[in-house]
């Protein structure tokens, strides 16, 4: 404690230079995390940052973010279903949610769309709509979870991810898939949850087409992830071993994001 206490500007508060810096922090994670203590000496202890403001007590807190990450992928059961859920439990109506309005949200033509495939696979061709639709479909009743702290039941329909990248001779040995969209949204998600039975390639809501405010023509559907980890209006995937960042995630939200 002494070392700690040597890094401190004399008279700084710790308990609220840690809380101020917490405020950079998603709703959920800067919750969990003043929930569970925050303790600047052990974090710091953790991490071996030196805080001795507010811009390395910032650098800490994305130290320990990128930790919780580690953490979480380290536990993640490729195995474990996520809840699934009865028609009578289905959210009506299930709400719309972006950084944007619904008004601003992309109108794509069905007919004119495809699916863009690059990086470590062995067929590199697009995908038409029609050409994805005709492959073998699941469908899951599963809660969508908002880092917002909101939550909504829907049906999805599609096509298991891990049969397309088996499909396409993706490497499923290789870090990430990364995925593009119509609105510029980006996002990566893990290859072991990209392989999960229940990551899906959704086409149809309610055993609907996917209507266009919860991402037509396609949307990621990943029930063992936190809503932002479910692009919509997706383009184009990449399988890569490249951490490229995405969205949200380039503003501190963790990467795995794991319920």
């Known amino acids: 404690?002494?070392?700690i206490n040597r890094l401190l500007i004399?008279?700084?508060?710790?308990?609220?230079?840690?809380?101020?810096?917490?405020?950079?922090?998603?709703d959920v994670s800067r919750r969990r995390f003043l929930a569970g203590g925050a303790s600047l000496g052990a974090l710091t202890l953790l991490t071996g940052c030196d805080v001795v403001d507010g811009a390395s007590a910032e650098t800490l807190l994305a130290k320990v973010s990128?930790?919780?990450?580690?953490v979480q992928a380290a536990i993640f059961n490729p195995n474990t279903l996520a809840p699934t859920f009865s028609e009578k439990d289905i959210t009506r109506p299930f709400p719309f949610n972006a950084y944007y309005s619904l008004d601003e949200a992309?109108?794509?033509?069905?007919?004119?769309?495809k699916l863009e495939v690059s990086g470590?696979?062995?067929?590199?061709?697009?995908?038409?709509?029609?050409?994805?639709?005709?492959l073998p479909e699941v469908s899951q009743i599963t809660r969508h979870v908002c880092v917002e702290g909101w939550s909504a039941i829907?049906?999805?329909?599609?096509?298991?991810?891990?049969?397309?990248l088996d499909l396409i001779g993706a490497d499923t040995k290789a870090n990430y898939v990364w995925f593009r969209c119509a609105d510029d949204y980006t996002s990566p998600i893990d290859m072991p949850t990209?392989?999960?039975?229940?990551?899906?390639?959704?086409?149809?809501?309610?055993?609907?087409?996917l209507p266009r405010a919860y991402g037509y023509p396609m949307?990621?559907?990943?029930?063992?992830?936190?809503?932002?980890?479910?692009?919509?209006?997706?383009?184009?995937?990449?399988?890569?071993?490249?951490?490229?960042g995405g969205y949200w995630e380039d503003q501190g939200y963790n990467s795995f994001s794991g319920l």
Not at 10 to 26: E, I, N
Not at 120 to 134: A, C, H, P
Not at 223 to 239: A, C, D, I, Q, R
């Open 66 to 70: 990128k930790f919780n990450d580690a």
């Open 154 to 164: 829907g049906q999805w329909s599609g096509v298991r991810l891990r049969d397309f």
């Open 10 to 26: 004399p008279g700084v508060d710790k308990k609220l230079l840690v809380h101020d810096a917490a405020k950079l922090m998603p």
């Open 106 to 113: 992309p109108t794509i033509d069905g007919g004119d769309w």
């Open 194 to 209: 990209a392989l999960h039975p229940q990551t899906q390639m959704t086409f149809k809501f309610g055993g609907d087409v």
């Open 1 to 3: 404690m002494l070392r």
């Open 120 to 134: 470590l696979v062995q067929n590199k061709k697009s995908w038409t709509l029609q050409e994805l639709t005709q």
């Open 219 to 244: 949307k990621i559907r990943i029930p063992t992830k936190l809503g932002f980890k479910n692009p919509k209006y997706v383009v184009s995937m990449e399988v890569t071993n490249d951490y490229k």
